[in-house]
T-cell receptor, first 117, second 114 residues
Framework: GAVVSQHPSWVICKSGTSVKIECRSLDFQATTMFWYRQFPKKSLMLMATSNEGSKATYEQGVEKDKFLINHASLTLSTLTVTSAHPEDSSFYIC?????????????FGPGTRLLVL | AQTVTQSQPEMSVQEAETVTLSCTYDTSENNYYLFWYKQPPSRQMILVIRQEAYKQQNATENRFSVNFQKAAKSFSLKISDSQLGDTAMYFCAFITARDDKIIFGKGTRLHILP
């Protein structure tokens, strides 16, 4: 299957700082990328959907000013957690597909574990 | 509302046994895809199997097969000859043409015992 990478895999930061997480599709062009959040032993919660070159669509309850998503190219999407607080500590996962047709298999990144102290 | 229900939070089976994970879903759409994803301890999400709703034939991938009952909105996963590497969290999910975003169940944690 296609490969999606995330960087960093682990990040620890102080409360109040901003953290950027990168998501890259390595061998396909990801027209659409998705960002999820996963709490321990829980399911994936979709945060937002981004299409290359346009603004992200956020799910209800997700603060767009806190979780900034940029999808500037067909292979790169970034999630910036601004002014991070301990409650933002979580596992963040991105996924992508080529967006050619609906229902395409989404390929997931390995995730980024964020710990805010 | 579109939902996925996995009624078994946790299961354990002996290596080499066959195990079935249950999943039911609810949608008013007729055009959708169903998935089983595996999340091992590494937390990398891996697609196990995919089923198109308009296909009556059950999908199979090596030791993994599904029992798709469209009228009952049921989509169970059977793992044959289970292996230690099958230990993982398994998520049932679907996507519809209307929304094009995956709806996940809460997952079933599967332990394969040596």
């Amino acid at each position: 299957g296609a490969v999606v990478s995330q960087h960093p895999s682990w990040v620890i930061c102080k409360s109040g700082t901003s953290v950027k997480i990168e998501c890259r599709s390595l061998d396909f062009q990801a027209t659409t990328m998705f960002w999820y959040r996963q709490f321990p032993k829980k399911s994936l919660m979709l945060m937002a959907t981004s299409n290359e070159g346009s603004k992200a669509t956020y799910e209800q309850g997700v603060e767009k000013d806190k979780f900034l998503i940029n999808h500037a190219s067909l292979t790169l999407s970034t999630l910036t957690v601004t002014s991070a607080h301990p409650e933002d500590s979580s596992f963040y996962i991105c996924s992508g597909n080529s967006g050619v047709r609906w229902g395409e298999t989404q390929y997931f990144g390995p995730g980024t574990r964020l710990l805010v102290l | 509302a579109q939902t996925v229900t996995q009624s078994q939070p946790e299961m354990s089976v002996q290596e080499a046994e066959t195990v079935t994970l249950s999943c039911t879903y609810d949608t008013s759409e007729n055009n959708y895809y169903l998935f089983w994803y595996k999340q091992p301890p590494s937390r990398q999400m891996i697609l196990v199997i995919r089923q198109e709703a308009y296909k009556q034939q059950n999908a199979t991938e090596n030791r993994f097969s599904v029992n798709f009952q469209k009228a009952a909105k049921s989509f169970s996963l059977k793992i044959s000859d289970s292996q230690l590497g099958d230990t993982a969290m398994y998520f049932c999910a679907f996507i519809t043409a209307r929304d094009d975003k995956i709806i996940f169940g809460k997952g079933t944690r599967l332990h394969i015992l040596p």
